[in-house]
């Protein structure tokens, strides 16, 4: 059974950085058919794609445009783990943030969740 | 980029009844189409996948029909626990993009 455990911290200042960690049982986040992604959902926004890391033979970042100049999403593998950091936040950033996973090369559902961290950017 | 729209955007129903939910896409999405359940507090919980197969443990009474730009989720007889919102799902290859609805919430008349 694959959980995903999410942390960090639920107040960021504006201008500052998010940063969130998501730790991965019952799959490793190094699968050559795995992907792991970052989601937000916000009441203004809906849920939003985020960007996701995954690895065959090399690793791969791919991000949504949106966030694309203030996002990095990196995995960790002696933790199997990975993380996300969203730079310049302003309130906009203010959602649930989760860590998801698609299991298979070319597939696009996410079949596991992380429980949700929310964010909220406030001074 | 595809957009996804859900039909209605609440649909008040009592247990027993049947509910049928409404995802339409802006262009074609093949069969590409998943749907999630989700309740207050939680992440969305996969429900169907590749527009008509029912994910590991979801009950029979879910099913998924549609192909193209035209999805329908049903919900055969409403059990206290379907209560919820639900959302649809796609992904654009050009560029790399996975997109929801907006959702359908399904609450007690």
């Known amino acids: 059974q694959v959980q995903l455990q999410q942390s960090g911290p639920g107040l960021v200042k504006p201008s500052q950085t998010l940063s969130l960690t998501c730790a991965i049982s019952g799959a490793s986040v190094s699968s050559n058919s795995d992907s792991w992604h970052w989601i937000r959902q916000s009441p203004s926004r809906g849920l939003e794609w985020l960007g996701r890391t995954y690895h065959r033979s090399k690793w791969y970042n791919e991000y949504a445009e949106s966030v694309k100049s203030r996002i990095i999403i990196n995995p960790d593998t002696s933790k199997n783990r990975f993380s996300l950091q969203l730079n310049f936040v302003t309130p906009e950033d203010t959602a649930v943030y989760y860590c998801?996973?698609?299991?298979?090369?070319?597939?696009?559902?996410?079949?596991?969740w992380g429980q949700g961290t929310l964010v909220t950017v406030s001074s | 980029e595809i957009v996804l729209t859900q039909s209605p955007a609440t649909l008040s129903l009592s247990p027993g009844e049947r509910a049928t939910l409404s995802c339409r896409a802006s262009?074609?999405?093949?069969?590409?189409l998943a749907w999630y359940q989700q309740k207050p507090g939680q992440g969305p919980r996969l429900l169907i996948y590749?527009?008509?197969k029912r994910a590991t443990g979801i009950p029979a009474r879910f099913s998924g029909s549609g192909s193209g730009t035209d999805f329908t989720l049903t919900i055969s007889s409403l059990e206290p626990e379907d209560f919820a919102v639900y959302y649809c799902q796609q992904r654009s290859n050009w560029p790399l993009l996975f997109t929801f609805g907006p959702g359908t919430k399904v609450d007690i008349k």
């Open positions: 998801a996973r698609i299991s298979g090369s070319g597939k696009y559902y996410f079949d596991y």
């Open positions: 590749d527009a008509s």
């Open positions: 262009q074609s999405v093949s069969s590409n």
